[in-house]
């Protein structure tokens, strides 16, 4: 089993990092793979709209376009809020993966906001 999962120790946090699994800094939030898919569910929720406006309310296309852009950034919005909300929790229980020679990360540990 220990192949499949990578040591929590300082060398295998560092290996962790950097595949994105656990995120060195604020702005890495945005580099980890649930940020990768919550972006692309985010673009296919704002098309669908875009899509839903113009084919049932016969909406021109600039402003189909412009109700789309504006659904896919209160989606990215809500799932980077959620991640931050995630990561905090994460932060709580497991202290650890938050500590140590990676940059810390400033009020994450003890914070969970509900």
């Known amino acids: 089993m220990a192949p499949y999962f990578p040591p929590t120790d300082p060398q ?6 950097r595949i ?23 673009i ?15 909406a021109p296309v600039p402003a189909a376009a412009v109700t789309g852009a504006v659904v896919a950034l209160a989606l990215a919005t809500v799932f980077v809020l959620y991640q931050v909300r995630r990561f ?16 810390t990360m400033p009020g994450w540990a003890g914070r969970v906001d509900s």
């Open 12 to 17: 295998g946090m560092t290996k962790l990092e």
């Open 88 to 103: 905090r929790r994460a932060a709580d229980v497991v202290p650890e993966l938050y500590e140590g020679q990676s940059p």
């Open 20 to 42: 994105g699994v656990v995120a060195s800094g604020p702005l890495q939030l945005l580099l980890t793979a649930a940020s990768m898919v919550a972006c692309i569910n985010a």
């Open 44 to 58: 296919v929720g704002g098309v669908t709209m875009a899509l839903a406006v113009r084919s049932l309310l016969d």
